[in-house]
């Protein structure tokens, strides 16, 4: 299957298949989305193309497909399916998802008979579960936060963001793969390994992209592992955005929001309710304290959920 997007008005992509081009919908990072209609079939559909340049490596390519292929392995309805993956007749990799309306977790509509409390959680559990499915197959996603989630007018929970997803047997062989996140998310292992592999890299007079072969993979292996526990953590810090609007750190910098994760500091809490145990655990500065996966993690949530509601309704 070849497709040459040669316009974004309404012309056929190719003479071999039927997708009709209708507008663009982002461009960002290394791809463009365009929408589209895959006539033979009458549906609607988005394209996402890798968008090449002199900015972009083999590196950056190779990841989009194995983002795609990642992506086609998880079978869960908070995952926006893969329905093709091609090359255009220049060579780019595209993706086809189903269209689908995604909006922001606090952006969309929420039902006013939910409380909000409820409705937060019930996005979470979601959300949670869906990440257990991915760790169900030996995927980790690496970016849990807020700003990744959506939710379609219907209240099902979408999960996206899958570009730093890795399989945690890569991790052996590859641990820069590991090495990704959002600060005030980070787990401590995450962000100790990255302060270190940034802080060799400057030592050595060295660039971020050189730094990994110069430097081998030593600097890398000491510590805590990354591991389904670094998902648990996010989670946890997801919990706390639900509980208190905000994200569980902040810093006036990247690099000190980075200090303050590999020495676990965070926001306090109260451990005054089942909930705010759970941030606690799930956000342990010591993996083995924490939840052994999202499964577990959900299943804690749940059983909070059942305990507050028993006593009274949720907020």
Known sequence: MILKLSSIRRVPLSSDIDFVSLLPRQRGGDSEIYEAIQTHLGRSVYVEIFARSERTQR???ERFVRRALLMAKLRHHAVLPVLDIARTESGCP?????KATINGWRSGTKPRVIPRLAYDLSILLQVSRCIEHAHSQGILHLDLKPDNFGVEPDGHAMVGEWQLAVYEEELDSNPMAGLC??????????????????QACEQRKLSKGDGLNALGDAILS????ISKRTDVYCLGGVLHWVL???PPRKASSTLKCLEMASMGRRRPIVLDGPLQRIVAKAMSADPQERFCDAGAFSRAVEE??????RREPLP
């Open 59 to 61: 590196e950056d390519e």
């Open 94 to 98: 595209y993706i086809v998802y189903p």
């Open 181 to 198: 996140g959002t600060p005030q998310y980070m787990a401590p292992e995450t962000a100790t390994k990255y302060l270190r592999y940034l």
């Open 222 to 225: 000491d510590g805590d592992p």
């Open 244 to 246: 208190y609007g905000r």
């Open 304 to 309: 909070a959920m059942y305990t507050m509601a």
